[in-house]
């Protein structure tokens, strides 16, 4: 004896939600699936409009989103249903991108010179707090390739993620690879460690940073002479070098009447005198090598803030990770790649 049951998916394509039903046979003998398994509803995705959902998901706040694809091309999703769908194929993206296929490597970057940098984003989690998430840049010297990588969790997993993304664009075919970051430690120790041949840059406007704040602590903060002082040490930083800067500062120590003043100066030369090599900018800028991270700067807004920072959101430490991992692969050359097989 046969039943009969009927199986509905809805598909959804860029010209909206189109439903077809279909009709089911089961066998009563006992080798089949029950009936029940078989009246059942589903939804698939087209190729086209699982790009577009995806591309709009990340680019604004669920329920906005959810409004102007109902609006805009007439797909009826729930804000929420957006929500785990961006939590259903981030895993596949991960997947599709950590590939070190041939086909997706630079062909670019074969002797020519390939740049890194790593920098840090605020994010609200929940029952969390403020967590900081590592953000990676890739690019070649022509700025024609980019690739963007991000980790919500510790400093060791950000380094492993860097030695991945660098072999799967094939940056053993790079003339020689350069790291520009901030003054942090944690980044230069795992950079160093999983990418040993990598030259490391401390972001020259990070330095004049801290070279500007011991100008407020001496001189008062916006004042003329702190100004001064500021630009002064900073021209010398870039064209004379960090142990010029060096002999001068503690020239300048030996003169103040001050402990506070003192103290301010051995701060500002401890921070230069551990970092010599990664601040010598007339011999790096004699290379030919870069000395500002402004892109990194620039990915931080675009890639984090501009949608897991907008004004009182707050996120799961799941959901955070899923949406980094589409806004990476959205704002890389290889969105094609990092999609397929996600419909």
């Not at 999703?77 to 929500?83: A, G, K, P, T, V």
């Not at 790291?179 to 406007?205: C, T």
């Amino acid at each position: 004896m046969r039943h009969k049951g009927s199986k509905s998916y809805e598909f959804i394509t860029k010209r909206g939600n189109i439903s077809l039903t279909g009709t089911y046979y089961h066998c009563s003998c006992g080798s089949s699936k029950p009936i029940s398994n078989l009246v059942s509803s589903g939804r698939k995705y087209s190729r086209i409009a699982n790009e577009l959902v995806l591309r709009h998901t990340a680019s604004g706040p669920y329920k906005e989103v959810s409004r102007f694809l109902r609006q805009d091309f007439s797909i009826h999703i729930s804000h929420e249903s957006l929500r785990r769908r961006i939590l259903a194929v981030s895993g596949s993206i991960r997947q599709n991108r950590d590939c070190s296929s041939d086909d997706r490597k630079w062909d670019e970057i074969a002797g020519s010179k390939l740049y890194g940098y790593a920098d840090g984003v605020l994010i609200n989690v929940r029952r969390e707090g403020w967590k900081e998430v590592k953000l990676l840049r890739y690019e070649d010297d022509a700025c024609s390739k980019v690739s963007h990588r991000a980790v919500l969790g510790p400093i060791k997993q950000f380094g492993s993620l860097a030695r991945r993304e660098a072999i799967r664009i094939g940056a053993s075919k790079a003339k020689d690879m350069t790291f520009l970051m901030d003054g942090a430690e944690g980044f230069h120790r795992h950079i160093k460690s999983n990418l040993p041949n990598a030259k490391q840059v401390v972001d020259y406007w990070h330095c004049c940073q801290h070279i500007g704040e011991c100008a407020s602590l001496l001189y008062g903060e916006n004042s003329k002479r702190s100004n001064r002082w500021r630009s002064k040490y900073c021209h010398v930083l870039r064209d004379k070098g960090p142990k010029k800067l060096i002999r001068s500062l503690r020239i300048s120590k030996s003169r103040v009447a001050s402990s506070e003043d003192a103290e301010a100066l051995s701060k500002l030369i401890n921070f230069l005198s551990r970092r010599i090599e990664r601040i010598d900018y007339p011999k790096l800028l004699a290379m030919g090598l870069r000395v500002d991270s402004g892109p990194i700067e620039s990915s931080c807004k675009t890639v984090v803030q501009a949608r897991l920072k907008s004004s009182g959101m707050r996120w799961s430490r799941q959901g955070a990770s899923a949406m980094l991992e589409v806004r990476t692969a959205l704002h890389s050359d290889l969105w094609e790649y990092a999609i397929k097989d996600c419909a």
